[in-house]
Structure formats: structure tokens, C-alpha cells
């Protein structure tokens, strides 16, 4: 057993309307899994905070400010995740990139 999660199969076929939504169920589901995993390996727990990135360029880089910004007040980051994704609009022009990312971090002791 390589440690990941038997995964349940779904169709992803483009005219299947559900598939977007199945497909983040999955990759969830193995978060969850693989976070329980590393858990147990490492037996700590663990805090996880919701920081806002933004910038004018893209969403990486976005989620990079996120990350950054953390970092400079968070000891022990472990491992970020992006959990959404969000533009600022001007009409049809893009403004504004946001990206928030969940930051985990070891609780210290």
C-alpha cells in the first residue's frame, strides 16, 4: 500500500455537468486523507489560519503574497493549501487578484 486513499471512480467526461464538482470532492477527500496521514506520522497537532493574498498580476502570485505575509508573524509553517480563488473586476478588465490560502502550521509546546 503506497500510504494515498483507494479513490471511488467518477465519470470526468466534459458533458457530464457534475464532473468539476466530483473532481474537488475528490481532491478534498485526498487532502483530508493525506493531512491525516502526515498527522499520524508526525503526531502533533496542528492550527490552520485563512490568510488573503492579493496582487495585480496573477493568481500565483497572489497566493505567494498570502504565504509571505504569513510567514513574517507564524512559526512552523508546514504546508499551505489555496482554497479560493478571486478577481476584481473593472468592467471586463481584471483589477485585482485575490487568492486565499489556508496556512498550516505545528501548535508549539
Not at 477527500?29 to 496582487?55: C, D, P, W
Not at 512559526?75 to 493549501?81: F, Q
Amino acid at each position: 500500500m503506497d500510504g494515498t486513499a483507494p479513490m471511488p471512480q467518477f465519470s470526468t467526461q466534459k458533458n457530464d455537468v457534475g464532473w468539476f464538482r466530483r473532481l474537488q470532492f475528490l481532491r478534498a477527500a485526498q487532502e483530508r486523507y493525506n493531512l491525516f496521514l502526515y498527522r499520524k506520522e508526525h503526531e502533533m497537532a496542528q492550527k490552520v489560519i485563512e490568510i488573503v493574498g492579493t496582487s495585480k498580476e496573477s493568481f500565483a502570485k497572489a497566493a505567494e503574497n498570502a504565504v509571505t505575509e504569513a510567514a513574517k508573524t507564524v512559526r512552523g509553517i508546514k504546508w499551505a493549501r489555496v482554497a479560493e480563488f478571486e478577481m476584481e473586476l473593472d468592467g471586463k478588465k481584471i483589477t485585482q487578484y485575490r487568492a486565499t490560502a489556508r496556512i498550516y502550521f505545528d501548535i508549539e509546546r
